[in-house]
């Protein structure tokens, strides 16, 4: 369309119609009350609609660009992207009465241009989220290594006192206890960063056994003693329903649950007490771990609950900052839910609340159950140190104790005595201790084979289950859970 | 009615489209889709005494600085938007520096600073009490939800009609 031409004498019509309807080319003449003057060029590729260009057309309605614009200076705007999606480079010249737009297709030049932008800039984020993991990295090392290095200077140094031959004046008894205390803390921390890398690549699964709530809250309370006795903090556990119940739980991740929040509650409190209450109603099971801690302000909850997340009030409290957030996703893992009342300066309230089955009373389960009267534990297993530790607990727990350091003298062993029960360690000295359970069990021995391993994979545990093994333990040995697993393997 | 022109700000990809189009059509798409050049929107409001105001919106293609071109784009806005990305630190950076080529260029007018993508985890640390003071609205917003976007810019209106 041409609304009205001014042809440049010194071009042919047909070069001017050629470079228009190649470039798109439109000019627009306005004068200085902003009215269309002249339109010429390709202006059906801008204004499909003719009634669109007129001489009673404001210069803005046409071209919104032009809005705060001063006309009587020269400007050019590159890859304008119009509202009606054209893309065009304008350039408004002054003619003296009044101004011209000229509009020239860029779509073509800009799409290219867009291409090579977007991979830039999406090479760049790539780069920017590359550096920050390793920042994050970088701070989980650092943070993760003073955690490790306080309580692994602690036992260095009572350990050392202990070897010290002239120890008349050590507290022997006051020292262990500061080993332990520190090799439990040691423990939950690296059970935690663990457990927080399987669920971070999703391998984290849930295991639900038959559980004594009991013994669930015991072997809480066993690693969590320690801690809240250092800090003169009263731990105390409230039942608000049969201490003897029986329920279908995955108690290792909920033992790490409750051991994480515990532990939070004592790390934030200066004085008072710690409580865990725990109630069972209609197949749910709940736990609520209160403190007169320090508390949270209420613009810090959801902060806490990401991963290595501190709140601004606790950084000079040592921790890694894992512990809630793990809990939170272990929690959900187990179809639970995990939720935080606090009131800064006045303690904090956390509750846990999962699903399980009915509860059946522990005494009813044990009523059929029979004593076996060998109490003969074959232990294969090559720590020199580990060997006297566990050989000690089966003794004092009166059993009698087989010791096998290597695959011939677990042969030799066998060959001479029928043991209740070989503790097999995974790995053993010499041999897989998956394939010498195979060997063992193939070979006719007729007891139970139960795993003892430092790895923490799932696959393992699998993997020892199939070769036949009966149970598996985790080490470090948990000298009351290896008691009382033993006795229910044996009288089962 | 009133017209004004005005100018979305901020490095690239901390969402200055997304709030237009959020602002505008009401539309979010998860596609990162990078702006070459400006792309014009409008669109109409009334401020809380009445004046209605028809907005164009220069969505300015990102950057962390203001090229040649760029400044050519701002010249006439009677306020913009000054965008950094909530989740990332460097863009509240890019956002300091463009305010100052900002004022170097077409002098101290009506901005709001916006904190987008407050749906994400907060890591840039909150903006200097400075640019705060310079900007007569700071807001977090979610082109993602739609959480505080209208209010930018009904707060940049009111602003630029209260001159």
Known sequence: ???????????????????????????????????????????????????????????TDLFPFLVGIDPTIEKEFPYIEMPNGVIV??????????????????????????QVQQIAN?????????????????????????ELKTPLSSILGYSELLTEEDNARVNISANANAIHRNGIYLLN???????????????????????????LLDSVSYLVQPLADKKKIQFSIHYGCQEDFVLVLDEQHL????????????????????????????????????????????????????????????????????????????????????????????????TVTVPTTNAVIASDLNGDAKMNDNKQILLAEDDEDLVPLIAYYLEEAGYDVLIAMSQSELKAELANHQPAMILMDHNFR?????????????????????????????????????????????KPIDREKLITRLEEHLND | ??????????????????????????????????????????????????????????DIAGA??????????IDGASGYILVYDISRPKTLVSATNLQGSVVEEIGSVPFVLVGNKNDLEAKAPEPDADLIDKSCHQLKTSALTGDGVADVFQALAEAVVAG
Not at chain 1, 125 to 144: G, P, R, Y
Request: charged share 20%.
């Open chain 1, 430 to 474: 010499e041999a897989d201790g998956i394939e010498l359970t195979k060997e063992v069990l193939e070979s006719g021995y007729n007891g139970k084979v139960i795993m003892l391993t430092a790895s923490s994979g799932e696959a393992i545990v699998k993997q020892a289950m199939s070769a036949g093994c009966s149970d598996f333990i985790s």
């Open chain 1, 89 to 114: 480079d304008a350039f408004i010249k002054p003619t003296g009465i009044g101004y011209d737009v000229v509009l020239i297709d860029m779509s073509l030049q800009r799409d290219k241009h867009q």
């Open chain 1, 189 to 215: 921390l690296i059970n935690n960063v663990l457990e927080q890398g399987r669920a971070d690549i999703q391998q984290t699964t849930i295991s639900t056994s038959p559980v004594k709530l009991s013994d």
């Open chain 1, 122 to 146: 999406v090479v760049s984020l790539q780069k920017d989220e590359i550096s920050a993991e390793n920042e994050a990295k970088s701070k989980f090392i650092s943070t993760f290594s003073h």
């Open chain 2, 1 to 58: 009615m009133i017209t004004k022109k005005i100018c979305i700000i901020g490095d690239f990809a901390v969402g200055k489209t997304s709030l237009i189009n959020r602002f505008v059509d009401n539309h979010f798409s998860e596609e990162y889709l990078t702006t070459v050049g400006v792309k014009l929107d409008t669109k109409e409001l009334v401020t809380s005494t009445g004046t209605d105001i028809k907005l164009v919106i220069w």
């Open chain 2, 64 to 73: 962390d600085e203001l090229t040649t071109a760029k400044r050519s784009y």
């Open chain 1, 255 to 350: 033992c790490q649950v409750l051991v994480n929040l515990v532990t939070n509650s004592i790390k934030f409190s200066q004085e008072g007490f710690v409580t865990i209450e725990v109630t069972y109603a209609d197949n749910e099971l709940q736990f609520i771990v209160s403190d007169t801690g320090i508390g949270i302000p209420e613009d810090e909850l959801v902060t806490i609950m990401q991963p290595f997340g501190r709140a601004k009030h606790t950084r000079h409290i040592e921790g890694a900052g894992i512990g809630l957030s793990l809990s939170n996703t272990l929690v959900t893992l187990m179809g639970g839910e995990l939720s935080i009342q606090s009131k800064l300066g006045e303690g904090t309230a956390v």
């Open chain 1, 1 to 59: 369309m041409k609304v009205m031409t001014e042809n440049d004498p010194a071009m042919s019509e047909s070069v001017h119609d050629f470079i228009v309807e190649r470039l798109n080319i439109a000019g627009f003449s306005f004068d200085t009350e902003h009215h269309l003057v002249t339109a010429d060029g390709n202006i059906e590729y801008y204004f499909p609609n003719p009634n669109t260009v007129t001489s009673d057309t404001q210069a």
